[in-house]
């Protein structure tokens, strides 16, 4: 009998790529396709749809052809998303009625002043922002003409990328994963349904929304006798690809920015820091396991400011060079608030600030002190996850670019005192989501089958001494108030 | 324009273009009239001089200027951290399917030094150890970086090649023809040449031009890595250098 596979699909926000996994978890074929990001007016991002979906069809033909296998040799697809952003279609023709609003788009963040932020916190897990699905939908709803009395007789549909890709993949049935549907603003966190209270205040008739299923189970067909069985979001996969299955679990992705997830088990943890209580994963019918997730706002984004607006570097990677050439920070701090102070700060309006310069540092210090935000950032995430969750984090689970930096790696398990791992399989995103497919068609038993696959292909343990690590804690928490201080005018 | 036969036109001209820059920075208009090309030749040896690092474009003016790479000659090309993150997925692919622990180096000051380390993939108690030294006349990874490069040899023979096992090759002539060996069948092998037990595969990593900028093997127990005549074994010789070439095509062709 020929092996199989599993096809994990990542739709991400700029690129599309298509993943073949063998039972060990190990990459068979990779490909990739990006599409365009719209700009149409200041804060608004948009997606063709579409033309994501043509891109996804050709990935999926291509990563099979290129591993040299057909469709009966595909066990099981599993889809990880780019999160809260709306597509919505015609039900009749399959064809989007306006661009997809892409998570990033603030064009609504009018909307949500007459909005009662504490309620929705209570009922969603998420803080009041533009970010998720609601005020993006409401926005598409009074702005296309006769948009929204056909939403409310069931003639067009609305879904995240997940939703929009099962309904063309299995040619017309209508899906979510509690994972994203948890990143909608219309579930209760409690209840895992759509709630009545918030369809109300965001005015979305019911009948335009998917049935949310849990992750891992067979929504339906991609081709005959090939299932798709796995969806989640992109940073919950990644969590699920890290095998976070328990309680205090973390995983953190490093790119642009980073996204810490730390497993809280099969209850919600209500955070008081500002951090959002979001759905882990759900296997089946299986208990939900939910999540705390904090983001670092500016960290590789950082590194590329260096390179292309200081020129201080010619690479991203030439910042881990600069940096080694000196021992320390020489007293050197950079709070990178582009655009505001993230958790546990919630600072919108502080700005970036570099503090402790003397003629003594030199450009090797302020590198160091690029690479050290990052580690501090982290640790503030960390502090308040801990706080909230009531566990203590005993190792932090890595991925993404800056991962190759080996320095970056050392300081973050300084600054957090805990081993930094880096998994062997680096696609933890689409592995998450291969992973889910396996599970629920049986390609793999179960978590702990999957516990097997991963290998740490590096450790980094923390090194600094306590009072050091105080000090300069202490440091960094001042350079922080430098921030906050420095834009609020008297 | 003159052309003398057996010389290389397009070297000629990228030098042409090389000396214009080293006066002051120019538009591809500019430095096609200067020399008389036609603006399509002269876009084409900029481009080809950017990607090996001796010009760059302002992004802002469209001007070009000398690059880093040709001001660094003297110093050792590829940023060591650039290299690892190009290298990341690759190195972990060998770990999983060589079942081995993955190491890629490159020659710093006569000594290889460790530019990223994988882990054997059976979660036993490993630790990193990036930037560590290895001796280059006994490690496989030190040997491929010798064999293709003559300057370093003669620094390693100088400085004496200490014996570390009684394997070691201690003798130039013996380490000559165990390069030359290497150079010929692409790859490298060590066997309890440094440290009694162990073994190692390594093959070179390439730059555009062919220029070797680094090496990637595995090292393991001699049972694992050798068959009971102590050669290396085929499977783990054709994941080494598959993993090489992979990384070599990804930094070649950007």
Redesign the interface.
Known sequence: MSERYVLAIDQGTTSSRCILFDR?A??VSVVRGEHTQSYPRPGWVEHDAARIWRDVQRLIKRAMREAGIGPAQVAAIGIANQRETVVVWDKASGTPVAPAIVWQDTRTSSMLDGLDGSFIRERTGLPLATYFSATKVKWLLDNVAGLRSRAARGEVLFGTMDSWLIWNLTGGKHLTDVTNASRTMLMDLATLSWDPDLLDIFDIPRAMLPEIRSSSEVYGEAFPGVPIAGVLGDQQAALFGQTCFAPGDTKCTYGTGGFLLMNTGSAPVRSSHGLITTVGYQIGSGEVAYALEGSIAIAGSLVQWVRDGLGLI????????LAGTVGDNGGCYIVPAFSGLYAPYWESEARGVIVGLTSYITKGHLARAVLEATGWQTRDVVDAMNADSGLALTALNVDG?M????LLMQIIADFLDVPVVRP???ETVSVGAAYAAGLAVGYWSDLRDLQHNR???????PGMDADRRAFEHANWKRAVESAVFFSRRP | MSHVPGLIQSIERSSAVLRLLAAGRLRVKEIADALDLPKSTAHSILRTLEHVGFVEQDTRTARYRLG?GLLELGEDGL????L??RA??WA??L???GGEEVRIGALRDGHVVVVH???R???SV???D??HLLPPHATALGKVLLAYNAPAVEVAVRAGLEAYTRRTLTLPRDLARSLTETRERGWSLSVEEWEAGRAGIAAPVRSFGGLVVGAIGVSGPVERLCDTRRQARPALVEHVTATARAITRDLAGS
């Open positions: 060990r190990t990459v010619g690479t991203a990677s030439e910042i881990e060079t670019g991962t190759a930096d080996n062997m399989v680096a290998h740490s292909a590096g450790r980094w343990r | 880093r940023d060591l951290n650039e690892r993150g990341l997925n972990d692919a770990a999983a399917r380390h994988v882990f993939p059976d979660d490993q630790s990193l990036t930037g």
